[in-house]
């Protein structure tokens, strides 16, 4: 099958034993979503048509993580042997690809696809054999050094394991950004050796062999310090969820949604919100939630995956929502838990109600019809049905299979009709 281009390669073979984690270190989460998605989804939005990751330790859970993905193909790293061996495992899948070839790593999930576009852009401007998308941070240890000439020219990359005492007060890094010109990629990763301090191959070597043979390598300071951190730590991680979040909240704020206090509020980067919803502080939104416009979430709501809320909907204070849909004008103000519901539209879900959604193996559904009114207290025990603008009276217990019909008005333990008085 022919390569669609440009090629994203993205190294995850690593084990990243700093997290001291069973799990692939590139599958940890920021926000929800796994680091290396990022990654995918910077390079897509930059152009890359194919993307191969290159996997290694715990290569089966990338597989499952990326499952289903049409763009996405794998290369396997059997050893550790060096970024540049990493890369190099790739080029079997790659045979024929005239297309520009950029180079990632997937633990680096702050990656916007706004600058990895300019580099592919600039590459083919410059006709470069390599670009390298470059940052200057206010501490760049654990980073390599970019060296250039008096003209500012690039000369080459230093690792800091390898730097000398003046290289390691370069504050311009090697992200690991990198755009190739394929056949000068696989000339250069045929050349490079192990002479370095961890005698592996290293693909920061490749530019500076390609210099050597009188290509075009051209180094540009285009990525923020925040594009570049890489999380090698669960501290990382944590920083980087903590960048992300601002970044979620600060789109959804340009897209016409009010956050009253974006330091306590929570928005997982699947997330979807309308307009002129207002989400109130120590709220916590999981999962693929879509919430729809006019809404009023919170104080102190969790919206958990799985959960669609139609236009106008109020989730109020201390009230979970899990796998439910609720539809438009419905609303449920404190203290209750909508777990595996179908809730209609203009119905009122009074403080403390409650859907038994679990029976202690299986979770079952609840569907509440339009306009009913479900009071305090009250427990609906799934799976059961809540016809609309029925009445389900506050502490009262809707056992499973006893659905409530349309007009109902229920009372009691077990739930029971009540007549009205004709008078």
Wanted: charged share 20%; aromatic share 4%; proline share 5%.
């Amino acid at each position: 099958m022919a390569i669609e281009g440009p090629v994203a390669i993205i190294l995850a073979a690593g084990q990243g034993k700093r997290m001291k984690s069973d799990r692939a270190k590139v599958l940890h989460e920021v926000c929800g979503r796994p680091m290396i998605s990022y990654v995918v989804d910077a390079a897509r939005g930059a152009g890359a048509k194919t993307i191969v990751v290159v996997v290694g330790y715990a290569a089966d859970q990338l597989y499952a993580a990326l499952d289903g993905e049409p763009d996405i193909r794998f290369a396997v790293q059997e050893e550790q042997l060096g970024t540049g061996h990493a890369v190099k495992v790739c080029r079997p899948l790659l045979e024929g690809c005239e297309e520009p070839i950029m180079v990632l790593v997937g633990d680096e999930p702050l990656l916007r696809p706004e600058p990895l576009a300019d580099l592919l852009d600039r590459q083919r401007k410059e006709q470069a054999a390599c670009l390298l998308g470059t940052a200057e941070v206010a501490d760049p240890m654990g980073f390599g050094r970019i060296l250039r000439d008096s003209a500012g020219r690039f000369l080459r990359i230093v690792e800091e394991r390898d730097c000398t005492p003046e290289e390691k007060a370069i504050r311009e890094v090697n992200p690991s950004c990198y755009v190739f010109e394929p056949a000068a990629l696989w000339d250069a990763l045929d050349r490079i050796g192990t002479s370095n301090a961890q005698g592996e191959y290293y693909l920061t070597d490749a530019p500076e062999e390609l210099l050597r043979s009188g290509q075009k390598v051209v180094a540009l300071n285009v990525l923020s310090a925040d594009d570049i951190l890489g999380v090698n730590t669960r501290q990382h991680l944590a920083q980087a969820g903590a960048i992300m979040q601002a970044r979620i909240q600060d789109h959804w704020m340009t897209e016409g949604v009010s956050i009253v206090d974006p330091p306590n509020t929570y928005i997982d980067g699947r997330a979807t919100i309308g307009r002129d919803t207002v989400v109130y502080p120590f709220s916590v939104i999981t999962g693929d939630v879509k919430i729809g416009s006019h809404c009023k979430i919170g104080p102190f709501a969790h919206i958990r995956p799985g959960t669609t809320l139609a236009e106008g909907v109020e989730i109020g204070a201390f009230v979970e929502v899990n796998r439910s849909t609720i539809e438009t004008g419905s609303y449920a103000r404190h203290l209750a838990y909508l777990g595996d519901a179908r809730v209609g539209s203009n119905v009122n879900i009074g403080c403390g109600a409650i859907t038994a959604n679990f029976d202690g193996v299986h979770k079952h559904p609840t569907v509440i019809g339009d306009g009913a009114r479900i009071g305090s207290n009250s427990v609906m025990v799934a799976p059961v049905e809540i016809g609309a603008g029925a009445v389900v009276g506050a502490g009262t217990v809707v056992t499973k299979g006893d659905d409530v019909p349309a007009g109902a008005t229920v009372v009691g333990v077990p739930a029971r009709p009540i007549s009205k008085s004709t008078g």
